[in-house]
């Protein structure tokens, strides 16, 4: 109730703080019998661990996830899984200055209007490091997932004015790239956009796309769970997410039923559709075609120059945020979003299975 | 869990069909004390009942509601209120054809892959009638908002390609055009817009504005219930919605930090923002300022065009949606996204109660 | 969140008041393809309506069921499953004197302190009217159990200190004596017992108990949503229940681990118990064998007696409930008690489909 | 959904096996500012742990406690409070024999029918360790309680026939035997019958008590979350509780309503009730006197005696459990009920929060 799950039947619950022992992890309802390993979350997290590029944090985190529960022999057992980051480096002499200050364009204010006081200590429970139990969560669903034949993967679109257009997509170009672009040429032009802001002590945002594939029709509880629903709770979830959408999304607004209708063929008895401007889903349910989402993300708050604020007494000030903070967040979240979207799917195909009598029998009959 | 429920505290549980009975929703949680009468549900209803205008259907419905529990004496009870608005209009020749068919752009064919079969009268449970239940319950919600100050208003910002910019509106128009736009004159030119669509059997889409006024700072909780999070939950649940955004939301992916970040400054003790491109929230909690979010709104996928499309033997087939269909969702969704809103703020200012000890003890000390 | 749903993915919500315009539930997360009709409901109402016998209140109501959504060509959907029994004999004069007064062992005194007024015609949301939704859901539940295999039968097994052991049970004798026991002798006797405490406007309670057959096993979630935990849940939850046990209950606090324990054999394969101590539960979950459980129900608090009690004002003052009131509430609460063990395995058995990965693959793959 | 939650508002999610690397809860939804340290949750960590007395398991855990985090400067934050326990005494050849074998009155059957295999180690989920995160929560839950002027106590009040009459209660003597029973003379008849069934490799249950003073009337909510159904919920969720009941309990159900009823008077203007059959109960609601609650545990299914079962493969079998197990499991239960206690207490009491608009403005006007 305090918003720190997510899921109904396949559920996380996160806890940690940036600067306190550990962040953690417990993954709920997730079938026994799914091979798990540290190496397989392992590789998660290291998607989002800080000191990958020059475009991140210098923070030194090694982000070494341990298994304390949950798995036996190297299967889920079917009970809590529970998953452990220690934190490593907390050099809280950086942010000694921000214990009295609120930070523009961070959680600092309404938290301490929400709870009297907060933990200052490099944003406490609104740090990017809160990311970290997503991440290990949607490792797991994400081989839950595999299981099932369905695929998730994001990669970044746009960073600040640089976007990729459709046409232009290699995605084997995502993984060459530091900023997991799909397509190096424009990543390039990115990198160096995003040098010149930091030379300026300044930071930008950017677009990251999410595609599944391999879903089954009729994934997403048709009113208010609905698939692009869940998804969009999902994904803006994660901080610095400013906007969802599915599909044509916005553009899809200023265009036409005649145009943006998708028109369903048979092939061999299977239904598919000519186009795909729904991203996916009809009705707040998978049609089995695929799916697609993005996400804009707003430029770091985090920046080096000199801004007005308020202090915790409400007295005019000026901030200057220091400490090791990425001019960008962009590439570190592409997986934060590919783990959200694989959390929401898994739980959506659990909740999906007794939407049909027929379904049950087969588990029970 | 099948999603026919929405929020934690104050909740909703909606309804019915298009071609049923009636359609109704069970609101749980809500605050004994407020005064409620059958014409303040009645005239959120009005707003979004069929009928207003040439540009919505002509299905004859006065969606007149009655309450069956949860009020007494004028005032809500504490126990949960039941809402019902009888369909009077129910021609179901009108939907003969669509039985065997899956429209275009509908839940029609992901809706029989889900459940191994569909109501397919006038869309079931998918059908946009679903939505009066959300208006019902948005009434009640905005009531209590209004007992705290809070208030919640949406309109058009754009009806397909002809947008209101910020600097030309005139919120006292909103009420005086048939779209809800805040300018009469961007509201005639999408008017005819609409007109000429409608000549050639096609429809459009658009963006729906909702701000809220009045918020306390810290509504919203850190991490998954963020306030934007469950604003897009929200809101993407409604049909036809394929995009939300949160203040200036995908045009903040192309700006940078030092642009982006609403500077803080005090005036007499009070925390106020120079500018808010957050539109109203920092780290998911609200700020104290306007909070803004925008919905995209996709075409009507009814249109009398010829479309490809399959049967439900997954043949290759055509069809043609005829019956009486509203050429833009949009001026009727206004309404239906204001109380999605009302209703995401009601549930988080009741959730937000116990955050504190101190506001603990003020309830029982 | 204010208590007016049970249940994870079959939840019911009720609603309703004594003697507003009815009583209803949604019935949420029933899977699609399920045959039922208003009779089926409707038996199920008709074993707790008034009047059944000289033991229960005179008030007249037919309670007729209608199905408002949800039912299309009499199957289930997969849509939410409104149902409402109009109320009819509502005379308000009889509860007049009550408006001012508490009723000892009533909800009236803590329902006032909580909400800060209340609807006091006829107990309002508490009257045991309530239960016409319970009953109507655990019909529905019952049609869904009868479709694996799974029956569940409550009966009374003692009035008063008028108690049938389990060595005279006569299953067949149920249904030919008006208090359901399963022993007329028993059942004869009691039936003086309550015509003398009539008579002497006092009243009484008994024991219900409650068996279902054909569970598998595993059903339940180890920790805290256990078989038992659920069961006992949902059967305190009904007004006047007092206490709930599992298989020998208290008796086994007081017996030894090597009387206690059921020992496992084996018989072609399957797995059998020769004792059953422990009611078809073990940690939590399902055995395979019958489970048993019983509700201990309270004397009716409603007695036409001068007693002792205090007004809305908190001053001294006496009572006499007069009205239509059953002297004894268990014979028409077998069916309630049926009812919420009905929907609590409706229930697990939803939520443990996914217990399993092969499970899922046995839907998806 | 899986069931490792317990709570609405205040809610704990408990991981961890017997066997595995530690226990742990998170707590979400616990209020800001409440003072909780380490030494806190510890006290009542020491009361369930093992050798406390010769009546417990030689298992040597000194069940140390670590705050990970949801803790800043010696108060709450509003964050999620994660604690561990990392498990020491890992003797894993005691549980050999185990590994294919189904312990009678133990969940070993049950869980593998549900999850197609299980960790055999201890019990693994299923072991009496998992009750250490219900504590550590009930610790923190019971530290908020104290700030509302709330206690809870919970007591031996049976062991096997030697049971405590009410009228023989010395509170003061519950921490001077080793058995926490309130009368001295009963806890030295009860050891010895402990030691008895010892000798003979045999085991026994008991009866807990727990009551709660300080609480304010109208705790619960009317229908399915009613105080009484949610205390049973918690109460019946801890394994070996195989009964409770409330007030008169079971034996209400032969009383008469004239005797059972408890008649109200005002002093002072307080209501207050001459008598409290119903335990501090009425219509699920807290009446504002004394709470009082009974469990009944049944005898420990581990013995050391030869007993009949069956194998994994289902053939008969015959087992004898050896390890290190508790004669009676009644002590060390006492502060896992009171914590179950505490826990749902608390939520309750923040639930309730919101039930009158009124409250709604203390907090916000």
């Not at 397989?40 to 991140?56: A, V």
């Not at 290990?136 to 990729?164: C, D, F, M, N």
Request: aromatic share 6%; glycine share 12%.
């Amino acid at each position: 109730m305090s918003g720190s799950s997510f899921g109904s039947i396949f559920r996380i619950t996160t806890w940690g703080e940036s600067h306190g022992p550990g962040i953690g992890v417990v993954i709920d309802g997730c079938p026994a019998g799914i091979s798990v390993s540290e190496a397989d979350i392992q590789r998660f997290l290291d998607r989002r661990k800080p000191g990958q590029s020059k475009y991140t944090t210098k923070r030194s985190e090694s982000d070494s996830v341990e298994i304390l529960s949950g798995i036996f022999e190297g299967k889920t057992t079917g009970t809590p899984i529970s998953l452990i980051v220690r934190n490593q480096d907390q050099r809280p002499r950086d942010y000694g200055n921000i214990a009295s200050l609120f930070r523009p364009g961070h959680a600092d204010y309404p938290f301490t209007e929400k709870y009297g006081f907060r933990d200052y200590r490099g944003g406490g429970r609104s740090s990017g490091r809160e990311t970290i139990g997503r991440v290990a969560g949607g490792a797991v669903a994400s081989l839950l997932l595999k299981e099932l034949g369905i695929r998730v993967q994001a990669y970044t679109k746009a960073i600040g004015p640089y976007s990729v257009p459709e046409e232009d997509y290699h995605m084997s170009e995502i993984t060459e790239n530091v900023l997991y672009m799909p397509d190096n040429a424009t990543a390039s032009k990115a990198g160096e956009y995003i040098s010149s802001l930091m030379a300026e002590c300044d930071s930008c945002g950017g677009i990251i796309e999410c595609v599944a594939e391999g879903l089954p029709a009729g994934l997403g509880e048709p009113v208010f769970d609905k698939l692009d629903a869940l998804l969009a709770h999902a994904v803006m979830s994660v901080g610095a997410v400013k906007g969802v959408e599915i599909g044509d999304g916005f553009a899809a607004s200023a265009s036409t039923g005649s145009k943006n209708n998708d028109p369903f063929f048979s092939e061999d008895g299977t239904v598919l559709k000519k186009t795909n401007h729904a991203g996916g889903t009809l009705g707040g349910m998978s049609d089995g075609s695929r799916l697609i989402l993005r996400a804009a993300i707003k430029p770091t708050s985090s920046i080096a120059r000199t801004q007005h604020t308020v202090d915790v007494n409400h007295e005019n000030a000026e901030i200057k945020v220091l400490g090791r903070h990425d001019p960008v967040i962009v590439p570190r979240a592409v997986v934060v979003v590919e783990s959200m979207t694989a959390l929401t799917l898994a739980d959506l195909l659990l909740r999906n299975m007794s939407a049909r009598l027929e379904n049950v029998k087969k588990v029970y009959c």
